[in-house]
């Protein structure tokens, strides 16, 4: 199929028009190389995994009385489990987004021992 389509399919010049970027009628301006820090991958993660757990929550309170105490029991661990990972990442730190916040009067860390100089 793709032999045939490259066969028959129609032929075109390539030229700087056609190569450049197109969106909605605006013409690009800028570089198209973006750097994304590794907080937008985070967020990610956790929107796929939580929006996961939604969804077989969600099933399984579509079928709540037909999986009886077993499948409630499962589901259950299933948000225990859940609940320890997000305790575990909230700990380690995985959820502070923006630098710390000093309160007023605490030294900075690099001063914070008054011995040091």
């Given at each position: ?22 969106e909605?009628?605006i013409?690009a301006s ?8 590794a907080k937008?991958y985070l ?13 077989f929550?969600?099933t ?6 037909e999986?009886?105490?077993?499948g409630?029991i499962e589901?259950?661990v299933?948000l225990?489990?859940l609940?320890?990972?997000?305790i575990y990442l909230?700990?380690t730190?995985?959820?502070d987004?923006?630098?710390k ?15 040091r100089?």
């Amino acid at each position: 199929m793709l032999g045939l389509s490259a066969l028959l399919g129609p032929r075109t010049r390539r030229t700087a028009a056609t190569n450049t970027p197109y969106e909605s009628g605006i013409v690009a301006s800028g570089s198209t190389q973006l750097r994304f820090s590794a907080k937008f991958y985070l967020v990610a993660m956790f929107f796929v995994i939580f929006d996961l757990e939604a969804i077989f929550v969600m099933t399984w309170g579509a079928v709540a009385r037909e999986a009886g105490w077993a499948g409630y029991i499962e589901v259950m661990v299933f948000l225990v489990i859940l609940l320890v990972a997000l305790i575990y990442l909230w700990r380690t730190g995985a959820l502070d987004w923006g630098p710390k916040s000093r309160r007023p009067g605490q030294l900075s860390p690099q001063r914070s021992d008054p011995r040091r100089r």
